[in-house]
């Protein structure tokens, strides 16, 4: 009898998952499915090429894979699945890492170190005109964004993360506006039914819809999809070596732009090089040099949520902290995606890998200053 009773609860169980589950939205059906994000996600969904246009290697410096790092630093960095490890000194290549099957062709997800991109592409929109200003009222393009201080939206206060958006951010929750937009396929309608809530301009709020209203603004403004302008802009005057990949919503669909850009180590270091450099790639002013600086000096002008304590660790799109005497910006994605940007040492580092460290010293991974340590055995 037990046994009958056990049996028939444990249907009852099954059954309302089912229920549950077919009830459910698209979104969460895949999340149910998928359960955690991964580095290799790209096969899920469709993607856009960015294509490596005029591709050459980085040049080897002299004393290229000669120096090696501490066995406890390569332990920390083991124990944090570190699949990719580049350092760029001088604009030459000084070292490359890697560790399991991956290797300089792998491609893998950037994760939210794709909004440091689609920072750059803004500023690539400005150059080019096609954007006038980060001054720009946001309702220009997309007026359908409605609440209580829509009109008062600039490109700005998207740029440094206080645009007053009713977005959530949150990643345990399959219910999330961040997991919809992840498994989600529609992009543009989530953006669009999103409401300016609170006072642009005041309160910094990492905010992934804020990158991806950012895409959509760059997008309309150009006038081809933000994979197309990265091309031509960012992958192929830098000389990429690879094409990369940059998951889409749907096919033919909208950039995840605020994720979801797949490529490797010295590639994304290219990215690295062009911000250290001022926005300059062989001679060539590709963002305005005025535009790198804005967006890797803090948003002092800001304040920290539900707080009087000025903002001290974001630009437009770019993390920035001070360590070891050194400043530098960086892009970093949730499974420890880092591209660090040294000026003092006119170095540029990248790590990949899946896990990234929950503790923070600073707002700051704890994880990211081993590999900063790591990569100055290297340079110095």
């Known amino acids: 009898m037990k046994n009958y009773k056990a049996l028939k609860i444990s249907g009852i169980v099954v059954l309302a998952l089912v229920v549950l589950y077919f009830s459910s939205p698209v979104y969460v059906q895949r999340a149910l499915v998928y359960q955690k994000v991964g580095i290799e996600d790209y096969p899920i969904f469709p993607n856009r090429t960015v294509e490596a246009g005029n591709p050459a290697p980085w040049e080897k ?215 250290l450099d001022s926005g300059r790639w062989n001679g060539q002013q590709i963002i305005p040099a005025n535009y790198i600086s804005e967006s890797t000096n803090v948003a002092g002008y800001l304040k920290l949520p539900d707080s009087d304590i000025a903002l001290d660790y974001y630009g437009y799109q770019w993390w920035i902290m001070n360590y070891k005497g050194h400043k530098i910006a960086y892009a970093r994605g949730i499974l420890g995606q880092y591209i660090f940007v040294i000026p003092s040492m006119n170095a540029v580092v990248v790590r990949l890998g899946h896990i990234r460290s929950k503790e923070y010293k600073d707002h700051h991974p704890t994880c990211a200053y081993t590999y900063l340590d790591a990569a100055f055995q290297i340079l110095n």
């Open 61 to 275: 410096h002299s004393e290229y894979n000669k120096k090696v790092i501490s066995a406890d630093l390569k332990s920390k960095m083991e124990e944090k699945k570190t699949i990719a490890f580049a350092v760029v000194r001088d604009g030459k290549l000084l070292h490359e890492e890697y560790w399991d099957s991956y290797g300089p062709e792998s491609k893998t997800n950037s994760f939210s170190s794709a909004k440091s991109i689609v920072g750059l592409l803004v500023g690539c929109a400005i150059e080019d005109g096609f954007i006038s200003g980060i001054n720009e009222k946001v309702s220009k393009y997309f007026p359908e964004i409605k609440g209580k201080y829509s009109d008062n939206l600039t490109i700005k206060n998207v740029l440094n993360m206080s645009s007053g958006l009713n977005w959530d951010e949150s990643y345990g929750s399959l219910f999330s506006t961040t997991t919809e937009a992840y498994y989600g396929e529609d992009l543009p309608k989530l953006i669009l039914g999103l409401e300016v809530h609170e006072e642009p301009g005041k309160e910094f709020k990492y905010l992934s819809g804020n990158t991806q209203l950012l895409a959509m603004i760059v997008t309309k403004a150009v006038g081809e999809p933000m994979g197309e302008y990265a091309t031509e802009k960012l992958w192929t005057p830098l000389q990429a070596e690879h094409d990369a990949l940059w998951c889409l919503d749907k096919k033919n669909g909208l950039e995840k732009a605020y994720c979801c850009f797949n490529s490797n180590a010295t590639d994304f270091a290219r990215l690295g090089q062009l911000v």
